[in-house]
């Protein structure tokens, strides 16, 4: 079983940065990592929405156009971690945003599709005033 728990969010104003970090831990976690990790968001009133992946090695990363050159996505394998680093925040980023992991994709298949993962975090609330 994977337990992921996310930190870092908060409240900045426009133009702002932010970075989400993501712990993920279980029995297997440490010599057998998921493949495919990503993280999404949902805000007031709509569904929740794929913002990036990031396959185990490094090699594959995906972003939804809403920010990409904004937003960047990394790991830290040693320690577990997943990271989401978040500037030029805009008020439509204002979100509650999850981690995730996939156990079943990787590679170039390891996108910000939220029927591929199995495993979520509670959430982080991120909000961005104008």
């Known amino acids: 079983q994977i337990q992921l728990v996310e930190s870092g969010g908060g409240s900045v104003e426009t133009g702002g940065s932010l970075r989400l970090s993501c712990a993920g831990s279980g029995p297997t976690y440490a010599y057998d990592p998921p493949p495919c990790m990503g993280w999404f968001r949902r805000a007031p009133g709509k569904e929740r929405e794929g913002v990036a992946s990031?396959?185990?090695?490094?090699?594959?990363?995906y972003y939804a156009d809403s920010v990409k050159g904004r937003f960047t996505i990394s790991q830290d394998t040693a320690k577990n971690m997943v990271y989401l680093q978040m500037d030029n925040l805009k008020p439509e980023d204002t979100a509650m945003y999850y981690c995730a992991a996939s156990t079943w994709y990787s590679g170039n298949a390891c996108r910000p599709q939220e029927s591929r993962y199995t495993n979520w975090g509670q959430g982080t609330q991120v909000t961005v005033s104008s």
């Open positions: 990031i396959s185990s090695g490094g090699d594959f990363t």
